[in-house]
């Protein structure tokens, strides 16, 4: 099992920025690929940015967010970061922290590994 913890989240006005974690812990060694998801009542979940804990292969990013965001990881501390730049209202959401035992995917139910969640509110 592995077991994430997201942190970070607040309110930030519009054009602000935010800097989410994922601390990570249990059996680290099934997270072979860590994603970050979204979620507004009455929508699915929605993908955001993913990252590979080994480094291999490149960082990917939903369209609405390329440029603006920035998925890390910090293998020394079992920790993966998203760095929100230029937030907009739109951004408002509960982001998701997640963890799959296999590749890259942009599909919610194909990952393993959950987080709590963290609310981020962008105010115009």
């Known amino acids: 099992q592995v077991q994430l913890v997201e942190s970070g989240g607040g309110l930030v006005q519009a054009g602000g920025s935010l800097r989410l974690s994922c601390a990570a812990s249990?059996?680290?060694?099934?997270?072979?690929?860590m994603g970050w998801f979204r979620q507004i009542p009455g929508k699915e979940r929605e993908f955001v940015a993913a990252?590979?804990?080994?480094?291999?292969?490149?960082?990917y990013y939903a369209d609405s967010v390329k440029g603006r965001f920035t998925i890390s990881r910090d293998n020394a501390k079992n920790t993966m970061y998203l760095q929100m730049n230029s937030l907009k209202p739109e951004d408002t959401a509960v982001y998701y922290c997640?963890?799959?035992?296999?590749?890259?995917?942009?599909?919610?139910?194909?990952?393993?590994?959950w987080g709590q969640g963290t609310q981020v509110t962008v105010s115009s």
């Open positions: 990252i590979s804990w080994s480094g291999r292969g490149s960082p």
């Open positions: 997640a963890a799959r035992g296999l590749g890259y995917s942009t599909i919610a139910h194909e990952y393993n590994y």
């Open positions: 249990g059996r680290t060694s099934s997270a072979y690929v």
